[in-house]
């Protein structure tokens, strides 16, 4: 896909914008690739659990618990599994999230925003309240009016908040790395803002997107 100028002056035309978190606000997304592979070390499945985590990047950290369980160790998957997989992966996350640094040009380009007014809502598959935690922690709160994450999904998230603040889906636009943002956006008839990764790069060629950018640095005043 051809990558066209973007300015400033585009964006400003959204009443409201959705980001997903980790890779999209901050350097994130593979302190948690990483993560995963830890939390499998030894299994002799490492490979295949980063495998499946970068082709769903994006979706709840429970459910790929739960299909890797049940798909590559081939047992049987209990709520308990899940939460104490989940304890461990937010210990093996959480302090490197709250060090990580913005991705190249996203704190520029939200203060922008902020100054138009735009609403912004962060949409996430990290835990809703993990999430909350870090975005305080972070002290990113005056970047977002609202902040949601799992168990809901990001379709489901942008159309409550689209219904309740009454915009309309030509209002909005989806900042996302992962092919989960770019599927929510597809479903709610948005625009998309791709963050082009080498990870997905076969995905962002054959996916039709309206802006696309390897970081926010280069959008044009």
Known sequence: MIQKPISYTQLAKYKCMFFDFDGVVLESGNIKTEAFVELYAGTGIEAQVKAHHLAHQGVARYEKFKWISENLLKEKHTEAMGITLGERFSALVK???????????????????????????????????????IVIDRKLSPFFDEVYGSPRKKTEIALEVMQRKNFKAEDCLFFGDASTDHQAAVETKMDFFARLTPELADYWEQATYRYGRPDFTQILN
């Open 95 to 133: 302090a490197k999230v709250l060090a990580a640094p913005f991705v190249p040009g996203f704190r520029e380009m939200i203060t922008h925003i902020r100054q138009q007014n735009i609403y912004c809502v962060v949409a996430s598959g990290t835990p809703e309240e993990e999430l909350r935690s």
